[in-house]
């Protein structure tokens, strides 16, 4: 596939930098956006226990990359893109079977 995007970390000038999440697609709606679900545990230590926990995140979709809902997909920080992106798909891991 062509890839024509600017803020392609893998054809264009955006650098990935910081850390890595992994995260599970929950819309690709947006043009070269898609929203992220980030599960993670979080400790308690006035019950001494594990907390489970998700954040929504939204990350940039370079034109390269074809990305569904339901997609394992890692992403990388970049810097700031919009008001809500600073983050970058950079790797899908695992595709759903549809
Ligand atoms: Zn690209």
């Known amino acids: 596939?062509?890839?024509n995007d600017p803020r392609?970390?893998?054809h264009g000038s955006l650098k990935i930098h910081g850390?890595?999440?992994e995260?599970?697609?929950v819309s690709n709606k947006q043009k070269r956006?898609?929203?992220i679900r980030h599960?993670?545990?979080t400790f308690l230590p006035k019950y001494l226990r594990?907390?489970?926990k998700n954040s929504k995140i939204a990350a940039h979709k370079p034109d390269c990359l074809d990305v569904k809902i339901g997609d394992h997909v890692i992403i990388g920080g970049t810097r700031r893109l919009s008001k809500t992106k600073s983050f970058a798909v950079i790797k899908?891991?695992?595709k759903e079977n549809t």
Request: glycine fraction near 4%; aromatic fraction near 16%.
């Open 39 to 41: 599960e993670y545990t």
């Open 8 to 10: 392609c970390p893998f």
């Open 33 to 35: 956006t898609v929203i």
């Open 1 to 3: 596939m062509e890839c």
């Open 19 to 21: 850390y890595q999440i």
């Open 92 to 94: 899908v891991l695992q």
């Open 50 to 52: 594990f907390l489970r």
């Open 23 to 25: 995260g599970i697609v």
